[in-house]
């Protein structure tokens, strides 16, 4: 009887079976097949490198073949994260070095692939990659930027209550450079997971940019997009306290301050480092830091983020260096901003013509005319003398003396309206309602129904006799508001038949209607405005037009026909105005230019260049030296009308501004656009006096009333809205009293307690609703009448 074979032992002193090949033996079977498998295929691949490295390690790893004894263990062969990534790495000889691969240096890697001779479609693609380096590429983790900015977003948070709003601007430009990174890397999926993560974190005054970045998910969309062009190539500035500064670089390098409790190391973890430096890089390419020596709780949390920006490029530069728009204004010097002078020949005819019109009318009050036709110069402001105005015809016509009498006479006749009479009452009471009827103005409103594509402009004479809309459909429609027919003259007369104005008369159209068609554009009809010659006084003789043909057109209103048509922008001319003094008018296109002309020429006069975005609006200052400009660059701009430059540079506003005006009185600047919000600007120093908010939808006009008390608006959210234009504004402060509000409701258990917290400034005195009908135009008439117009939106529109 044989004796069995004993089973071979097992370290932990068990038995294995032997009725088949051990384990040891079927796992390096299978190794060896899989390390086969890779090295046929790097060998396809031509990595005769990383071949080479396979198989010394195949070789190392081999079990010995004594039998009997025990397999030895494979010596462990580690390779640091550098090694392995050279080993990776795609390698390209150095023609210079041959043992330096050319593709290791990220500043050089797309000189030497544009130097390889590649066709046209490979260049191309090589043109939209960012500079990266073949081993640096291979080391990038997309989830580091997540750490990175979720660490600097703990460090804000943590900060001090005082530090916090001063801090939490530096959270949207570092966001916009993550996510380029990310997209340009390919991380495309990283990309579109670290901005759901973080962008609800970013305030919503950035919403317009943040949803542009969200359609850049390539590549090339990052080296073709213009937003994404101007966070690379331009320095984002962010405004910090001297304090706040100190914290943050504490921060950057040294990981101090504003750790959340429970954070362990906090941020000076190896972790934390990594994720400080991707923070610096930031800082150092693309941030400018404004410090200032204000104190960190003198400025208010929204002052700060309205603060930061690409102040360097809408900013002209001073002396060859870059400034703020405080400084550059201050640079400029002081401004004429007084009224214009009149001649002395005008005002002597013109109280003339008031003394003869008081004794026709048996007119007693009209002996005060002669009062209002010498106003007093206005205080503090410089006026300008005849010599600084623009060229002007020498001599006076008779138009013009009926404008300066009929300007006198609205003096007298004007509505006073005293804003500041509602804010000492209390509107619940009598008082109070005398109060309102005094300080707001009584508004006609005009609407505009069955419009098909819409109503994109619209405008009433200076008189209130006419209405001139200008239409997608290409034409402009007039009406007469005061119920005469317009008549246009016959095409069948001859020129020498004409002597006189009874013969004018009777080559007139025998019939007419209330409403006329102006057809001769050939694109949307974007702006119309009245010849300002005749002012309230006489009807206006012509009309002004600007279109998406990229031409300005003037009409003559007395034979209802197209005269001249000015061409000189390249693209659409979003906005046309004429001078107060009727001779001049300026556009503004989408070329980025606005654009001086006079009637009698058809090339531009002027071209004000500066913008870097589309100029939408325009309009003259009171005195015609100034001309105001309204861009989608997020920036509005003061220009000397003569010289061609520009004087002042107003900076704060958040998005696209769409809409300017003037105050009669030459002081002040109303812009306002697509951010909800007005601003009221000094002209004379150039700084933002206050922001008006209350409007939920896009601001489409402005104007003031003719004491330059009160701004009316009109805007998308089917509202019209009076504003106190000495009031102090800001949003409203909610008092409380050992935790309960004033009115007796507690605080603890308010059912609003969760509701948003109101927009409107103090400064906003009443807000009147329409049905459905977006304002495109706000007007006063001399004599302090509010009109407005706008098109009804039936509800099957969406």
């Not at 080391?139 to 001090?160: I, N, Q």
């Not at 009498?405 to 309602?433: F, H, M, Y």
């Not at 606005?594 to 325009?618: C, E, K």
Request: net charge negative; glycine share 8%.
């Amino acid at each position: 009887m044989s004796a069995a074979t004993p089973a071979a032992s097992t370290p932990d002193g068990g038995s294995s079976s032997v009725a088949g090949p051990s384990a040891g033996e079927a796992s390096s079977s299978n190794v060896s097949d899989l390390d086969r498998m890779i090295l046929e295929y790097l060998r396809s691949r031509g990595h005769k490198d990383l071949e080479k490295a396979m198989e010394d390690i195949e070789k190392s790893a081999a079990p010995a073949d004594d039998k009997g004894k025990q397999p030895e263990t494979a010596p462990t062969h580690s390779i640091s994260q550098e090694e392995l990534v050279k080993q990776l790495a795609i390698f390209v000889q150095k023609p210079a070095n041959p043992d330096e691969n050319a593709f290791k240096d990220s500043s050089s890697v797309l000189q030497e692939l544009s130097a390889m001779g590649n066709p046209q479609n490979i260049q191309n693609l090589i043109s939209s990659i960012g500079p990266v380096g073949a081993e640096e590429i291979l080391s990038l983790d997309p989830t580091d930027k997540h750490e990175s900015f979720r660490e600097l977003e703990a460090w804000v948070d943590g900060s001090l209550d005082m530090y916090r709003p001063e801090f939490r601007p530096i959270l949207f430009p570092i966001f916009c450079h993550y996510y380029l990174d990310l997209v340009q890397q390919g991380y495309r999926e990283a990309a579109q997971n670290f901005y759901s993560t973080f962008s609800p974190s970013i305030p919503s005054i950035h919403h317009t940019t943040l949803h542009h970045l969200s359609t850049i998910t390539l590549p090339y969309h990052v080296q073709t997009d213009e937003v994404a062009q101007r966070f690379r190539s331009e320095k984002y500035t962010v405004r910090m306290s001297r304090s706040g500064f100190s914290l943050l670089i504490g921060w950057l390098t040294e990981g101090f301050g504003g750790e959340p409790t429970g954070m362990g190391d906090g941020f000076s973890g190896e972790k934390g480092k990594r994720g400080r430096a991707a923070v610096m890089r930031v800082v150092n390419n693309h941030l400018r830091f404004d410090v200032t020596q204000t104190s960190t709780t003198s400025m208010s949390s929204r002052g700060w983020e309205e603060s930061t920006g690409f102040l360097s490029a809408v900013v002209p530069q001073t002396n060859g260096s870059n400034v703020d728009a405080t400084a550059y204004n201050s640079s400029k010097g002081e401004l004429k901003l007084g009224p214009a002078p009149i001649p002395e020949e005008l005002r002597a005819e013109t109280e003339r013509a008031i003394r003869d019109q008081a004794m026709t009318d048996h007119d007693p009050g009209a002996q005060y005319d002669l009062h209002f036709a010498r106003p007093a110069p206005p205080a503090g402001l410089v006026s300008p003398a005849i010599s600084d105005l623009p060229p002007h015809p020498p001599s006076f016509k008779t138009v013009d003396v009926k404008r300066e009498v009929e300007k006198v006479r609205d003096a007298r006749k004007r509505i006073r309206l005293d804003p500041s009479a509602v804010t000492s009452a209390t509107l619940n009471t009598p008082q109070g309602a005398a109060a309102r009827a005094r300080a707001l103005p009584s508004i006609c409103a005009y609407t505009f129904h069955d419009v098909g594509e819409g109503v994109p402009c619209c405008e009433f004479s200076p008189d209130t006799s006419l209405l001139a809309a200008g239409f997608s459909e290409s034409y402009i429609r007039l009406w007469s508001l005061k119920g005469e027919k317009l008549k246009g003259m016959r095409s069948d007369f001859q020129m020498n038949n004409i002597r006189d104005s009874s013969s004018i008369n009777k080559i007139r159209e025998k019939g007419g209607s209330t409403t006329r068609k102006l057809i001769g554009h050939s694109g949307p009809v974007y702006s119309v405005t009245f010849d300002p010659t005749g002012g309230s006084g006489s009807p206006s003789k012509y009309l002004l037009s600007s279109s998406a043909d990229a031409t300005a057109r003037l009409w003559s209103l007395d034979t209802m026909t197209n005269i001249v048509a000015y061409r000189g922008h390249q693209n659409p001319v979003w906005d046309v105005k004429w001078s107060p003094m009727g001779i001049y008018f300026a556009t503004a296109s989408r070329d980025r230019t606005a654009r001086l002309w006079s009637t009698d020429r058809t090339s531009a006069l002027r071209i004000y260049a500066g913008h870097l975005s589309d100029v939408n609006a325009v309009g003259f200052h009171p005195n015609s030296l100034y001309l105001g400009t309204a861009s989608s660059d997020c920036t509005a701009r003061l220009w000397d009308v003569q010289r061609g430059a520009c004087v002042r540079v107003f900076y704060r506003h958040d998005d696209i501004v769409s809409t300017l005006a003037f105050s009669p009185d030459g002081r002040h600047l109303a812009t306002a656009g697509e951010d909800l919000a007005i601003r009221l600007w000094d002209l004379g120093s150039g700084k933002c006096i206050k922001k008006m908010t209350g409007h939920t939808a896009s601001v489409y006009s402005l104007a003031f009333s003719a004491e330059s008390s009160l701004l009316v608006s009109g805007a998308a959210d089917w509202t019209v809205r009076c504003w106190d234009v000495k009031s102090a504004g800001g949003l409203p402060t909610k008092a409380k009293e050992n935790g309960t509000m004033l009115n007796g409701t507690s605080d603890e258990h308010s059912p609003e307690k969760e509701e948003t917290e109101s927009i409107e400034t103090t400064d906003l005195l009443a807000t009147f609703p329409t049905k459905r009908t977006p304002i495109i135009n706000v007007q006063f008439t001399p004599r302090n009448l509010c009109l407005v117009a706008g098109p009804y939106l039936s509800p099957e529109i969406r």
